[in-house]
């Protein structure tokens, strides 16, 4: 069993590059789709159980970079302390699942761990969220860099991140394709992509797109987003509902 401090040396190793290394992409080609999330907004929980998981559909991702970028409409007091828009169990999920996509690169097994805890949300079960570790295979690593404070660090990369998004993000989920976001509609991200793919072997997923008009659906889900501005109000004073003096923190919601 590996010590504790192989553990967290390769936990710096991990934050060390995603803080300052590029990350390499598996062709120059592929089109990257960054998602900017909060883990308790009902539609982006949504947006990933019954929508982005469609990357993973008839070889889409084999031309897809994905990028999970859980923050959202959090922002910073000026005593460093994080206020999120659903309050500290989203700080403390968003932290979490940043510990997941950096100690698990690989995007098909954190993507499954984050669809697991984001169905967990729209079922209402969030109380059940650790056992999403055991069904998508992962160990329990992702606790201990939230413990040992890596999850803060990773949260501050990505506030950074989504503070300099160019237009600014408005709300929530945002998908970005190839650094341009697709605003209201963003759950039609299958058919940006492959328009925007400029390689040779068009995987099944877009021969098969059917043609529609989209318009009606980009006002229908104007409202189906968590709105930036629904944040500034907020405090960080709500107390702690989650301990993580035990194994597993437990969130009760």
């Not at 500290?88 to 499954?112: K, S, W």
């Amino acid at each position: 069993m590996a010590s504790h401090p192989t553990l967290f040396t390769i936990f710096l190793l991990f934050i060390f590059t995603t803080l300052f290394l590029t990350p390499s992409t598996s062709s120059s080609q592929n089109v990257t789709l960054s998602l900017y999330y909060e883990t308790l907004c009902p539609y982006c929980a949504d947006f990933i159980v019954n929508h982005l998981v469609k990357v993973f559909d008839k070889g889409l991702i084999s031309i897809v970079n994905l990028r999970l970028i859980p923050w959202g409409n959090a922002f910073i007091n000026p005593d460093g302390s994080f206020v999120c828009q659903h309050g500290t169990n989203e700080c403390f999920l968003n932290a979490i699942e940043a510990c997941t996509i950096t100690i698990y690169p690989d995007v098909v097994r954190h993507f499954r761990f984050i669809h697991c805890v984001e169905k967990m949300s729209l079922e209402n079960k969030m109380n059940e969220w650790v056992n999403c570790f055991g069904m998508s295979g992962l160990g329990k690593a992702p606790v201990d860099c939230y413990t040992r404070g890596y999850g803060e660090v990773l949260e501050k990369k990505y506030a950074a991140e989504t503070a300099k998004l160019n237009p600014p993000h408005r709300f929530v989920p945002w998908v970005v394709v190839n650094n341009q976001p697709l605003r209201e509609d963003f759950e039609n991200f299958v058919s940006h992509v492959c328009k925007a793919y400029r390689g040779i072997k068009m995987p099944e997923a877009c021969k098969s797109l059917p043609r529609e008009n989209n318009s009606l659906r980009k006002e229908n889900h104007i409202n189906s987003v968590c709105f930036v501005d629904q944040t500034s109000n907020l405090t960080s004073s709500a107390p702690l509902i989650y301990s993580i003096q035990i194994e597993f923190p437990c969130v009760g919601l």
